[in-house]
């Protein structure tokens, strides 16, 4: 067995483990009864919830195993990243239901984590997509499990992390596209007002929508930003000749791990306020390719080696549409004021719950933060800032958190109770856990 | 026609890389291997994605009395084939080997024996329809004996001189023979090997050995360095060779 040192996509924790690469499907859970283990995908959540002392890796079952062009479905090993499951699936004219902002992750951790993505205001998270999961479970048997079958183990898999079993095969419910292209208008907004504002205008309106704030702007400028709306282009608005032209491999990356102090209030100040100024107009209508709509930051692989060998902490949270403007604006001004820097500030609108029992998205809006982390210190600030989102009804997303504490987690998630009896029918011995499970009390 | 080729031992990562490099240069697969089971989500995955003939066929070098039947078994599941590679090799470990008769018999006879006994029937085979090609993986480990491997080296130098015959054979009936001699590739059989170095991956050697097929080339070293640094360890004399521990 090889040891490797792991870390998230944050670089926050970073451990030595133990990898075993499952070659076969039953090779994903293996003999020792006792020994704890983790599925890992493709490590792309942020924090620990992909680690673990000893990890079986997906990256060798990446096969398409079945496509019905008629229904649109297409049933897939887990370990299947987005951006091989786009390459198959975009020239036969379909795309993604769901997806997060880069698309190199696995479908199995993607469903693990239950994704949303752009749309969550109207189609909801990936879980709404899921006809049928197949897992091993940790006395190596092999089940399915689906909204009629197993319904309970199939809610509880859906955002749950990896802890219920190994998920092997996702059928997933593809979305009809025209081309490979996107509609989009860019609306600039002066500060938090306006764009909640307008948030409220398009959400009808538009399927994908995101907005970014520059954080470091403050008083009168507090969030500041832009509002992205997106449509998938009809067939009449876009290029004709490529009209499936896919995402570009290869392009630049980042060789090495850059000095810690790269991203300082300076470079970030900098960077926000060029973004914000880039756009003069008020508002903007383009074409563009969904490579860099759904993804713009995979243009540069391992772009988080500028945040330097400490890496940084992705903060992300959701609070209730009652009462969550106010909160969020006070959040943003105790960054703003604290003088955390936060390179790439998200904010969106969620939708309709999908069911999962540790699923994250909620009706109401969250906001995503990045987070250097140069000073320890801004954890237990973060910390601070978790209790007034529990306070509020709100939550913290298990796939990007580092620091999450056991407490505020149970708080948080009122369906834990429910996820806990699953976890012990199915895995009465804990053998699924991470550093994530093991931090919040799951296992 | 679409031409179609066999590849045995099919389920190694230099196998599927080699099949997936062959299905864009338009083959149809035949995949052999012990429990070709697990091969279902490969050959359906290459499917799905290339419109291409896949089939699978149960087979093991080591089950001799099986090997001379192999080229009609494949003809009736699939139908007639323009190239075989052979690729299935075991390593086993020397400390093991060293000892026991069962493991010394199973190296030699899968990485010689088995293989020998498969290529000259495919050898027939092409032969009776005076076309064909073959592909066969050695490995540099048979290119000078060492403490650390040496049942697998003599075994895979023995099928180096093996297919050197073939070649030697075949060349008036312009049926095509490649000898492969591989580094170190990333691959299951040397994970967790320590004092690897230079290794490759098998995609890159899968490249490389369609092409030097492609291009009727003899002899192949993948990655190319290691013509040149299995040159200096043959030049070695025996006198100071044998007291070195490469």
């Keep these: ?443 | 026609m679409k031409k179609r080729a066999l590849i045995l031992g099919a389920k190694s990562a230099i196998a599927r890389a080699i099949a997936q490099r062959l299905v864009s240069d338009g083959y149809d697969l035949v995949l052999a291997a012990r429990q070709v089971d697990a091969l279902l989500p490969f050959a359906t995955d290459i499917r799905l994605r290339h419109q291409c003939q896949v089939d699978l066929i149960e087979f093991d070098a080591l089950d001799f009395d099986t090997l001379e039947h192999l080229p009609q078994r494949v003809e009736r599941t699939a139908g007639p084939f323009d190239l075989s590679v052979l690729v299935f090799g075991y390593l086993g470990k020397q400390e093991d080997t060293g000892r026991s008769t069962e493991e010394m018999l199973k190296v030699l006879n899968a990485n010689f024996t088995g293989a020998a006994v498969t290529l000259g029937h495919l050898a027939n085979y092409f032969e009776q329809r005076n076309a064909g090609g073959i592909i066969g993986i050695g490995s540099v480990a048979g290119d000078r004996g060492r403490q650390s491997n040496f049942f697998y080296g003599a075994a895979k130098g023995g099928l180096g001189l093996f297919l050197q015959g073939l070649r030697n054979r075949l060349a008036p009936c312009g049926i095509h023979v490649l000898t492969v001699k591989p580094g170190f590739v990333d691959t299951p059989m040397t994970e967790g090997l320590d004092g690897l170095f230079l290794v490759a991956k098998p995609e890159k050697v899968a490249n490389d050995i369609v092409r030097a097929y492609n291009r009727k080339r003899d002899v192949l070293y993948t990655p190319f360095f290691w013509r040149w640094i299995m040159f200096i360890i043959r030049s070695i004399p025996e006198r100071i060779f044998k007291k070195l521990s490469l």
Excluded at chain 1, 19 to 35: E, F, I, T
Excluded at chain 1, 122 to 144: N, P, Q, T, W, Y
Excluded at chain 1, 246 to 271: E, K, Q
């Design chain 1, 1 to 443: 067995m090889k040891s490797e040192i792991h870390s998230g996509w944050g670089l926050h924790p970073r451990i030595e483990t133990r990898v075993v690469r499952a070659r076969q499907a039953d090779q994903l859970v293996d003999g020792h009864p006792d020994a704890s283990l983790l599925i890992q995908g493709a490590r792309r959540s942020y924090g620990d919830a992909c680690l673990a002392d000893r990890v079986i890796s997906t990256q060798l079952l990446g096969h398409l195993l079945e496509f019905d062009a008629e229904r649109g479905l297409i049933r897939c090993e887990a370990g299947i990243t987005l951006d091989v499951l786009i390459a198959f699936i975009a020239p036969r004219g379909f795309f993604l239901p769901v997806t997060p902002g880069t698309k190199f992750p696995t479908i199995g951790g993607c469903v693990a984590a239950d994704v949303h993505g752009k749309n969550h205001h109207k189609e909801g998270s990936i879980g709404f997509f899921v006809e049928e999961i197949e897992l091993f479970l940790a006395d190596r048997s092999r089940v399915c499990c689906s909204r009629e079958e197993r319904s309970e183990l199939f809610w509880a898999t859906i955002g749950g992390m990896g802890l219920t079993g190994a998920i092997y095969a996702v059928t997933l419910r593809l979305k009809k596209v025209e081309n490979t292209y996107m509609r989009t208008r860019t609306l600039k907004t002066r500060n938090f007002d306006e764009l909640c504002r307008h948030f409220e205008e398009t959400q009808q309106e538009y399927t994908y929508s995101v907005a970014w704030i520059d954080s470091l702007a403050n008083g009168a400028h507090l969030g500041r930003g832009s509002l992205i709306l997106g449509e998938h282009a009809t067939a009449d608005q876009a290029p004709t000749s490529k009209r499936f032209k896919l995402h570009s491999t290869g392009g630049p990356s980042v060789p090495f791990f850059f000095p810690s102090a790269t991203l300082n209030g300076l470079t970030m100040r900098l960077f926000n306020t060029l973004v914000y100024h880039r756009q003069i107009r008020q508002q903007r209508d383009a074409t563009v390719h969904y490579d860099p709509y759904f993804y713009p930051l995979d243009f540069v692989r391992h772009w988080n080696r500028i945040y330097g060998k400490r890496g940084f902490l992705q903060y992300q949270f959701a609070v209730p549409f009652d009462g969550g403007r106010t909160l969020m604006g006070d959040i943003l001004q105790r960054i703003a004021q604290r003088g955390v820097a936060s390179f790439l500030t998200v904010l969106k609108t969620l939708g309709q719950e999908s069911g999962g029992l540790l699923s994250f998205p909620i009706p109401g809006y969250t906001l995503a933060l990045d987070i250097p982390l140069r000073d320890p210190s801004v954890i237990s600030f973060l910390q601070d800032i978790t209790r007034l989102v529990v306070r509020a009804g709100g939550r913290i997303y298990l796939a990007k958190d580092a620091i999450l504490q056991r407490a505020d987690f149970e708080a948080m998630y009122p369906r834990l109770p429910e996820f806990k009896r699953v976890k012990r029918a199915c895995d009465p011995h804990n053998r699924f856990r991470s550093l994530q499970s093991e931090r919040l009390g799951l296992t």
